[in-house]
């Protein structure tokens, strides 16, 4: 599984946009990168995965160099409520493998 | 998303018990399901894979004889720590995978609080 590196942290304030950058050089022509969102005492949340250029849904928008060996989540506009620890992971997300090795993460702060 | 329903939330014991863990696909079946601990201010480590109808396959440094999972349907796993001990206490969080296409995307449970006294 590719390891990935992200930042620590990071702060913020309301309304502003965040990128979150993860390095993932090591990454495998069948892997995926996927971002979860964790509040405290609760599970991981799924925001977005993609494989290449960009995705975007309604939480979120996920850039993906050509070379793909980094991706960037961008959150428009956060909020208080988007305060938490982003992970990034990369894996190959076929049926047969799919064990997931969590990262540090980024702790993101935003403040009103 | 598809949901994933873990029980109990939180749970107190006393040291020496045991106590299980029950983890539920709610609207997919799952073949699949992990089983993850997180220590306070800590990133998720996998403790094991959770295969229906098979054993399951522990992390290195993981004691199977402490920690019993059974998956013995397509919706359901559990994990038992068994003689719970203090350094037990933890958040425990299970996650199941629901196929979409050729990619999946896991989907995690609330987490159960364990504290063992």
């Known amino acids: 599984l590719a390891k990935t590196t992200q930042p620590i942290s990071m702060d913020s304030y309301e309304g502003q946009e965040v990128n979150i950058t993860c390095s993932h050089n090591n990454i495998a022509t069948n892997d995926y990168i996927t971002w979860y969102q964790q509040f405290p005492s609760q599970g991981p949340r799924f925001i977005i995965q993609?494989?290449?250029t960009k995705v975007t849904n309604e939480v979120a928008s996920l850039f993906i160099p050509a070379d793909r060996k980094s991706s960037t989540l961008s959150l428009p506009r956060v909020s208080l409520s988007d305060t938490a620890v982003y992970y990034c992971?990369?894996?190959?997300?076929?049926?047969?493998?799919?064990?997931?090795?969590f990262g540090t993460g980024t702790r993101l702060q935003v403040f009103p | 998303g598809a949901v994933v329903s873990q029980h109990p939330s939180w749970v107190i014991c006393k040291s020496g018990t045991s106590v299980k863990i029950e983890c539920r696909s709610l609207d997919f079946q799952a073949t699949t399901m992990f089983w993850y601990r997180q220590f306070p201010k800590q990133s998720l480590m996998l403790m094991a894979t959770?295969?229906?109808?098979?054993?399951?396959?522990?992390e290195q440094g993981v004691e199977k004889d402490k920690f019993l999972i059974n998956h013995a349907s397509l919706t359901l796993s559990t994990l038992t720590v068994t003689s719970a001990h203090p350094e037990d206490s933890s958040f425990y969080i299970c996650?199941?995978?629901?196929?979409?296409?050729?990619?999946?995307?896991?989907?995690f449970g609330a987490g159960t609080r364990l504290s063992v006294l």
């Open positions: 993609g494989y290449k």
């Open positions: 959770s295969n229906e109808g098979s054993k399951a396959t522990y």
């Open positions: 996650s199941a995978r629901e196929r979409a296409g050729v990619v999946g995307i896991q989907y």
């Open positions: 992971l990369v894996g190959d997300w076929a049926w047969n493998t799919d064990k997931l090795i």
